[in-house]
Each structure stands twice: as C-alpha cells, then as structure tokens.
C-alpha cells in the first residue's frame, strides 16, 4: 500500500476520536483515548516517513545479459551435441499449460536464400535471422534481420541492408579520395579504404538479389516443436534457451556454416597488412568490439576482435564480419 493512501485511511480511523478526546471535559475515557490515538497517529507518521525515504525498486535485470551460441575458441562438435541433449533433456509441458514455450537458437548447415527458410523453419515463430554474405577469401559483416514474417521480411531487411552498404561503399571512397599524399601512411589507408568499399559493394549488391547469406534463426516454440526444426535437413543445431527473460538483452552467437573445428574469424587475405603506423589526425576504418565499423583515430594496424561481443556485434574485417554474433538491429518478439 502506498504511503498516501496509508495515511488517507489512518486518518478516517483515528482523526475523529482523537478531535472527540481532545474536546471532552468531564469523562477521562476520552482523554485516555485521545493519547492513545495521538500516539498511534505519531507511530504512522514516523512508518510514513521510513516508507517514503526508501529508494524505489528498480528492475533488477539491468545490466544482465544472457548469451546464446559460441565464443571465440569453443569447439563446435562440443556445442552441437552441448545443444542436442540440453534439447532432448527440456521437458514437455503439459497439455493444459499455456506457457511452454521457450527461446531457441537455430543453427543451419549452410547459407540459404529467404525463399528456403520456411521449409527449414517451419510454422514456428520467428523473432530474427542472422546473416553475412559468404565472399570467399573476404571478411564480412554479420548482420541481424528481425523477421516475424518469413520470407517477406528476410527480403525487406535485405533491401534495407542493400542501401546501407551502398552508403558505406561510397563513404569509404570518399574518404580514401582524400587521401591525396604518397606517404606510406597514406597509402596504406587508402588500401585500407579501397578494400573496405570493394567488399561493402559486393555486399550491397549481393543483399539487393536476395543472395544465400542466411545461416541462422532466433524462434519460439514448445520442446516437441523444436525438436521437429531439429530433425530437418539443412538444420545443423537447435539450441534451447528457457533462461531467457528478456529478449532485448540477449546475445546470440549462432555459428558460421563453415566453422567445423573451433570459432574463429574467417582470414580476409585481401585486407591490406599494416607495415607501419598510419598517420594519427586521420580515421580508419576497424572493427570495434561490437563488430560495427567505426571511423576512428588510427591505430598501428588495423584491430580484430571475435564477433562474439555486444548485442549489434560482428567481428573484425572492413566490413565487420567475423567468429559468429549478433546482428544490427533490433529484436522483435513474436506474438505468443
């Protein structure tokens, strides 16, 4: 109860004997009452007081994150059968309970188009698909599509990410046209630069065609159902997450089709090697801890952390791409 409407009802109780008390003449028992209620008006008043004075209960989930999938160094034949028994051991709810359904990471075996993941996926709730554009030899960016609606909303995201990478291609042109010295620094930027809008183009371009870049999914279903996804062909893993709370802060790391051994970032071996320190008044393009390229104060050589960080993470590479991750953009939950 509120400490208003504490003091609200306290005062209907005692306000009126104590006025009667307090205004008797001859008879002690009023008297006697009147303190007593004096008393009992002061003990709500101090309670009142200690009541208001504490601080409000905030929501103890901040700064909590759960996270889903790999990280860098982990063994996938360990995670895959990991996620298979921690599947097979969830347990069914019972046939009149309305809340067994529980989060789920769905890895697949290979990159697939939007048009073939309703056959993977089936008819369970889809909160978000993660993607990259597989360009052999190349690092790229890992990306996250919120998509209730498969395929309509893959395709949609995909258009969006189109635009983006063109942005980002003709961005990372102007930044190296202004680089107009023959330094070794400035060359080696303008390496940097050029490689960065060669892959964002590829990317922009692969994204507008509808290409195979989709190789994980973030759906809602009871254990029978998930078990099902996970008998299908193409599906390489289902990994159950009932220690979901809260869906916005939730890390998912799926792992790429083509980690078979360990995760690890794929090797770009057309991104320029730093041999020397790139001039410091001029920005770079890295790969933050968060996967999202940055332009920043240039350091000795270009970073490249595992892109298995925050919540719009990728890994390293001009454009982002790296061990696994979370993707840009923003979880949707599906309707229960």
Avoid: N
């Amino acid at each position: 109860m509120r400490a208003g409407e504490l003091l609200r009802r306290l005062d209907q109780r005692f306000l009126p004997p104590l006025v009667r008390a307090l205004t008797g003449r001859d008879d002690p028992r009023p008297r006697l009452l009147g303190w007593v209620a004096l008393a009992s008006v002061g003990a709500v008043l101090l309670t009142a007081a200690w009541a208001t004075g504490r601080p409000p209960v905030g929501d103890r989930t901040v700064g909590e994150v759960t996270r889903v999938g790999v990280g860098e160094g982990d063994s996938i034949p360990g995670y895959l059968r990991s996620a298979g028994d921690e599947l097979a051991a969830l347990p069914d709810p019972a046939p009149s309970a309305s809340a067994g359904s529980t989060w789920a990471l769905v890895s697949l075996a290979e990159y697939l188009p939007p048009e073939r993941l309703a056959p993977v996926l089936g008819d369970v709730p889809v909160s978000a698909v993660f993607g990259r554009v597989p360009l052999p030899g190349r690092q790229t960016q890992i990306v996250r599509i919120p998509a209730l609606r498969v395929p309509e909303d893959v395709r949609a995201g995909m258009v969006e990410l189109a635009d983006r990478k063109d942005r980002e291609a003709a961005d990372y042109r102007a930044r190296g046209a202004e680089l107009t010295g023959d330094t070794p620094q400035e060359r080696e930027l303008r390496g940097f630069y050029a490689s960065g809008a060669e892959v964002a183009a590829v990317e922009a371009a692969a994204y507008r065609a509808g290409c195979s870049c989709v190789y994980a999914a973030v759906v809602r279903a009871e254990p029978a159902r998930l078990r099902t996804v996970a008998a299908r062909p193409g599906v390489r893993a289902v990994d159950p997450a009932p220690e979901i709370e809260r869906l916005d802060r939730t890390v998912f790391t799926p792992p790429l089709p083509e980690q078979e051994d360990l995760v690890r970032p794929p090797a770009d071996e057309r991104l320029p090697t730093a041999s020397s320190s790139p001039p410091t008044d001029r920005p770079v393009p890295t790969a933050t801890p968060g996967g999202t390229v940055t332009s920043a104060p240039a350091p000795t050589a270009p970073t490249s952390p595992a892109g298995s960080g925050g919540a719009t993470t990728a890994g390293p590479g001009p454009s982002g791409a790296g061990t696994s991750g979370p993707i840009d953009g923003h979880d949707s939950e599906p309707p229960p």
